[in-house]
């Protein structure tokens, strides 16, 4: 990005979220609260979606520019972090190509996220994995938001098949179930704001204003060719949960 690429993407559009958000939220008791804690806070109540849109919003956009950086750290160095993407990934080419690939085929904007979704089981020791998440428009990656995590692209989707992703969401008899559709799954669904289900320490922002002044209509791939050359992976690698670091992964020790 240029200085004005910059502007756009940035401040402009990050002053233009927060002045709203301020607006919404102005002599409520919530008016200090971090835009992360009100798009969770708001998720599921549609009396309050501007609230959520806009902190949802200012939220995913200060963690995409957040890892960007003129004079980035590499990944090497961050080698404990290297090991444990290496371990999920097979390869940080494969990680690479799978972030940009997804980004690449959005039809629409919102955001492709890296993050390591933890669980805890009865005994309280953590294990988790890297996933690669999506989200549209405003949606969160927060697994407390629950509903508008808008994890399927609408523009590819009919009522049918939204509703039959909304009723795997919903399993009624776990009995024998793995993951999202066991009950701990479901429980973990359920976290207040500030739980720590699913943590995300990267994004990329596939919203056209963000690239259209310096890549153009059609430069879509060549900013995410040059996003991956300018993330700072040791703004990463501090977002990043100690479990993750420590390869703990599946339960596994290192």
Same mark, same amino acid.
């Given at each position: *990005? ?13 002053? !233009? ?15 200090? @609260?971090?835009?992360?804690? !009100?798009?969770? @806070? ?39 972090? *290297?090991? =444990? ?5 097979? =390869? ?9 690939? %997804? ?13 390591? $979704?933890?669980? $805890? ?5 953590? *294990?988790? +994995?890297?996933?690669?998440? %999506?989200?549209? !428009? ?10 508008? $995590?808008?994890?399927?692209? @609408? ?5 049918? =098949?939204?509703?039959?992703? !909304? +009723? ?30 699913? *943590? ?5 922002? %596939?919203?056209?204003? %963000? ?35 420590? @390869? +703990? ?6």
């Amino acid at each position: *990005m240029d200085n004005k690429g910059y502007d756009i993407a940035w401040t402009q559009y990050q002053t !233009l979220l927060i002045r709203k958000l301020n607006e919404l939220t102005a002599g409520e008791p919530i008016e200090n @609260m971090r835009p992360k804690d !009100l798009a969770i @806070m708001f998720a599921r109540d549609p009396m309050n979606a501007s609230v959520f849109n806009y902190a949802s919003a200012a939220h995913n956009n200060h963690k995409f520019f957040e890892t960007l950086s003129p004079s980035p750290s590499p990944l090497e160095r961050q080698p404990a972090l *290297m090991r =444990s993407l290496e371990k999920t990934f097979g =390869s940080i080419e494969t990680l690479r190509a799978t972030m940009l690939d %997804t980004a690449a085929a959005m039809f629409g904007p919102g955001y492709v996220w890296l993050v390591w $979704a933890r669980n $805890a089981d009865r005994n309280n020791s953590r *294990m988790g +994995r890297w996933r690669i998440l %999506t989200t549209y !428009l405003a949606g969160t990656p927060y697994a407390e938001a629950g509903y508008r $995590a808008q994890g399927i692209d @609408m523009a590819n989707n009919n009522t049918t =098949s939204y509703q039959e992703y !909304l +009723r795997s969401q919903q399993v009624a008899n776990t009995a024998g179930a793995f993951g999202n559709f066991s009950a701990s799954g479901r429980e973990e669904a359920k976290l207040p704001p500030g739980g720590t289900s699913v *943590m995300p320490v990267l994004c990329v922002s %596939t919203w056209e204003h %963000t690239y259209m002044y310096n890549y153009g209509v059609i430069g879509k791939q060549a900013y995410l060719n040059d996003w991956w050359n300018v993330i700072d992976w040791g703004v990463v690698e501090a977002s990043a949960p100690t479990e993750a670091k420590e @390869m +703990r992964e599946f339960g596994w020790s290192g």
